[in-house]
């Protein structure tokens, strides 16, 4: 089993939906990262999490230390949001561990 | 913040060749990650490099095939030495200074033929 799995693996949604991506965890963390990833490779950090809630113009993101699980959410969505989104856990070291990544496709 | 030029930013490649990545950080870090990310899987931590000291390197990965070069704290390269198609992946460098926002570079993007 994965340290970090991420659901659903792909997503699909029309413009203009709620989106909610979702990641457990099972190890011992100091932080966890949610990441997009553009087709060309490139990697941009959206929230770095260790307890709450984040917002971030259209996007949230939650995470729930006792229950080893996070949520990204995006709202109103837009094709421009049609990327890859991977969830990461930092443990010792400030070493990440990656998700399997979800590719989310927002069609107009 | 941090700034991570990386570059090549693809590159096409003979088996049994080299190809050095370079990355360049617009502040001083103490440790860079390199990462691999294989067609359609996730990130896999290859080393940590260190400036004054040699990297650690992950299971599965060693020295002589993915040798590394911290030479300060702003700068590092990887070579993917003696390359075969297996090696095809994007390879991106990070930072991430503990409890903060991590940065990647760009990736590069390598095909070997």
């Known amino acids: 089993k994965n340290e970090v799995e991420q659901s659903p693996q792909n997503l699909t949604a029309q413009e203009g939906e709620f989106i909610t991506i979702n990641c457990s965890y099972s190890v011992g963390i100091s932080a966890l990262h949610w990441l997009q990833q553009h087709p060309g490779g490139g990697i941009v950090s959206l929230f770095m999490?260790?307890?709450g809630k984040k917002k971030h113009g259209r996007l949230i993101a939650t995470i729930n230390i006792q229950e080893k699980h996070s949520s990204l959410h995006i709202t109103a969505s837009h094709p421009r949001d049609s990327a890859v989104y991977i969830c990461?856990?930092?443990?010792?070291?400030?070493?990440?561990?990656f998700g399997e990544g979800t590719q989310l496709t927002v069609n107009p | 913040s941090a700034v991570i030029s990386q570059k090549p930013s693809r590159d096409i490649c003979q088996r049994g060749t080299s190809l050095t990545i370079q990355c360049q950080v617009d502040s001083q870090v103490t440790m860079m990650f390199w990462y691999r990310q294989q067609p359609g899987q996730s990130l896999t931590l290859i080393a940590t490099?260190?400036?004054?000291?040699?990297?650690?390197?992950e299971s599965g990965f060693v020295i002589d095939k993915f040798p590394i070069s911290r030479p300060n704290l702003t700068f590092s390269t990887l070579t993917v030495s003696n390359m075969s198609p297996e090696d095809s992946s994007i390879y991106l460098c990070?930072?991430?200074?503990?409890?903060?926002?991590?940065?990647f570079g760009q990736g590069t993007r390598l095909t070997v033929v």
């Open positions: 990461a856990v930092e443990t010792s070291g400030s070493r990440l561990t």
């Open positions: 490099a260190n400036q004054g000291s040699e990297a650690t390197y």
């Open positions: 990070s930072v991430n200074r503990g409890n903060t926002e991590a940065f």
């Open positions: 999490l260790s307890s």
